[in-house]
């Protein structure tokens, strides 16, 4: 049609095209209207298209990741029976009495593959850790969020970019080195190396994740809904517990989620200062070894295309499925408070 | 004023009232003391160690002596490999969601990959980097050019391409928020003038966009050199007499050209700390080197932080002022 009309037509219809557009105030339809005059410029073109297969590699690299995790993982399913990740018999050797254990031992005459030590490991380090950085997340986020001035605001919120911005390896040496002992002091614990040890220093590393989501969660709370509580003579504290959390907490459980995620694939720190070895047990300050220590111990020593190898692959698929899915959920819990708060 | 009526209910309020605040400030000053309770102890013990020659020499006498020149080689050229694959692929990225597509379903889709992306754990983008670079990609290609092991074993560049796609979204999402910083009438003008949209993009929106690229590049780097999960199977070394480097005859030239060897293994900050924490034959007896390799690389990637942290507060002051 416009291309009939020749260029008079063209800009006719580009200028009443922009009208319609400035009447909706929407930027969008601005740069619709743009493009179609320049429909024909092979070089503009050329130039999307080019960043459009940029901007794939990402989606490129997870689908990858997602393929040549699972393509290992399942031949470990093939390779070895399936109870036996679960646990297997064994023959005591003392009272000759058999029993049914979770062992998680890959070398040896017999290995023994059961995921479940390995499962417990990282939820006894990555749930207490989750539950100390959620108070301190939500507690720097109110900070941040609802008393701080503006000018304390621009002097807190770096050290928060600061902690999130110390590497993982230096906290796990910090905890191996120094903060086992002072945990060893308070609580006079057996083994120096254990799953509270762990869960501190993972919980230095998610309370900004959790931080900064709750801080944001806060800031799009509708300014309605403060000014109403204000109206009715709450006080601050009062506005913030009971009208405004109570608003936003599906932001808030989005944040927690996502940074028990964060624990859950956290790696370094628990290598170092958890102590690494594979029981089912629920006592915080015994030594556990999470899935994530499992990998990085043991895969550089063992033999590509072994039974072992493909287990520390199954391995890696369960992690990332997990951590998948809890991001997925609070991808999910954030799309749909979205419209509620203003993000 | 306040909901009570008498003087009881009225200093509960106020109880609640300094309860909140108390609560809320002790969790951001117990940040403040868990820097400094990991900072203090580093940079005491490890100041005792680093020395120039700690700095500038290589480990000796089997790991209990000598410096780290190698693995702060290591570190430095593998973030540099890291941020030339990840940075042009990340603007690139940016610049579609932000001034081509902005919330269309396919910037949903590509925001949902990012997302997810950033939330993978990095030890998962080991065992990636293992079995798609090294065994798929690096085995295939040996097989295809007759290269025999050339690619399929861990060297710096499948380290670097690892670590590239675990930086990539923290280098797409800054772009996205340097983009969104330029004021919207800045384009609005260029387009006045006749502009494209490649032409406004790459004149005017990145132009104004550089020092927040710049700064969300230095993040990744930053990032990057603290990773160790992902460079594990992937390239790192315990330990090397030489620097992943080779020397080439060039005519005329006096010396030999020395040239970054991405093929070979390569020793690593990180992976130097935990591999002398953890497996070193005496741990304690390293223990200072520890503290100092700690020390080193602790200041490196605080050193950037820094950087990063105080030119973005200096820019966005800036963007405010040229907007009044």
Not at chain 1, 48 to 73: C, D, H, K, P, Y
Not at chain 1, 80 to 92: A, H, M, T, Y
Request: aromatic residues 12%.
């Amino acid at each position: 049609m416009e291309r009939e009309g020749g260029r008079k037509g063209k800009l006719q219809a580009l200028e009443a095209h922009l009208e319609a557009s400035r009447a909706q105030g929407a930027w969008t339809k601005f740069h619709r209207a743009r493009s179609f005059v320049h429909k024909g410029r092979a070089l503009e073109r050329g130039i999307e298209l080019f960043l459009l297969l940029n901007s794939l590699v990402a989606i490129m690299a997870i689908t990858l990741i997602f393929l040549f995790l699972f393509r290992e993982g399942v031949r470990a399913l093939t390779a070895i029976p399936l109870d036996q990740f679960i646990g297997v018999r064994v023959v005591d050797y003392f009272s000759n009495e058999e029993t049914f254990r979770y062992i998680w031992q890959p070398v040896g005459s017999s290995p023994k593959f059961s995921l479940i030590p390995l499962i417990s490991g990282t939820f006894l380090v990555a749930l207490p850790a989750t539950l100390i950085a959620s108070g301190f997340g939500i507690g720097c986020g109110l900070f941040l969020s609802e008393i701080a001035q503006p000018r304390l605001r621009e002097l807190a919120k770096p050290f928060l970019e600061l902690l999130a911005g110390i590497p993982t390896v230096v906290i796990g040496f910090f905890m191996l080195a120094i903060g086992a002992d002072w945990i060893q002091r308070i609580f006079h614990t057996s083994y120096r190396l254990n799953a509270l040890v762990g869960a501190i220093g993972v919980s230095c590393v998610i309370i900004p994740v959790i931080a900064s989501l709750v801080e944001d969660v806060l800031h799009a709370v509708p300014r309605e809904i403060r000014e109403a509580s204000y109206a009715l003579g709450a006080t601050r504290s009062q506005t913030v517990l009971f009208a405004i959390l109570p608003y936003c907490s599906p932001g808030i459980a989005a944040a927690v989620i996502l940074g028990m995620g964060r624990a859950i694939g956290e790696t370094m720190i628990v290598v170092m200062a958890t102590g690494n070895a594979a029981q089912v047990t629920f006592d915080i300050f015994k030594s556990v070894r999470t899935m994530t220590a499992t990998i990085a111990g043991e895969l550089g020593a063992v033999a590509q295309g072994s039974n072992e190898y493909y287990a520390l692959f199954l391995v890696g698929s369960v992690l990332f499925t997990i951590t998948f899915f809890m991001n997925f959920v609070t991808e999910l819990i954030l799309e749909r408070v979205r419209k509620r708060l203003r993000m | 004023m306040t909901f009570s009526h008498n003087s009881r209910s009225r200093r509960s309020v106020r109880l609640l009232e300094w309860a909140f605040v108390i609560a809320a400030g002790f969790s951001m000053a117990l940040v403040v003391l868990l820097i400094a309770w990991i900072f203090v102890p580093i940079l005491y013990y490890g100041a005792k160690v680093v020395t120039p020659s700690f700095l500038f020499e290589s480990p000796k006498k089997g790991m209990t002596a000598g410096g780290i020149l190698p693995a702060i080689f290591g570190t430095l050229s593998l973030v540099t490999l890291m941020i030339l694959a990840a940075l042009p692929v990340g603007i690139a990225t940016a610049v579609y969601l932000v001034e081509y597509v902005q919330d269309s379903p396919i910037a949903r889709v590509i925001r949902a990959g990012v997302n997810n992306l950033a939330g993978i754990p990095s030890i998962v983008f080991g065992l990636f980097g293992l079995g798609f670079f090294i065994l798929f990609v690096g085995r295939h290609l040996d097989q295809v050019l007759q290269t025999g092991m050339l690619f399929g074993k861990p060297a710096l560049l499948w380290a670097a391409m690892t670590l590239a796609v675990l930086v990539l979204p923290v280098v797409i999402v800054s772009t996205e928020e340097a983009l969104r910083a330029v004021p919207w009438s800045y384009r609005e003008a260029a387009y006045a003038l006749g502009a494209t949209r490649w032409q406004t993009t790459s004149r005017v929106v990145l132009l104004q966009a550089r020092p927040g690229i710049l700064t969300g590049a230095i993040l990744a780097v930053s990032r990057g050199a603290g990773e160790t999960a992902p460079i594990l199977f992937t390239g790192a070394a315990y330990f090397l007499p030489k620097l992943p480097v080779v020397y080439f005859n060039v005519p005329l030239l006096p010396f030999q050209l020395p040239i970054l060897n991405p093929f070979d293994q390569f020793m690593e900050l990180a992976y130097h700390i935990y591999i002398m924490a953890t497996q070193s034959i005496n741990v304690q007896e390293t223990r200072p080197i520890q503290y100092g390799t700690t020390f080193v690389l602790l200041v490196m990637t605080f050193l950037f932080n820094l950087t990063a942290i105080v030119m973005r507060s200096f820019y966005r002051r800036q963007l405010k002022a040229s907007l009044q």
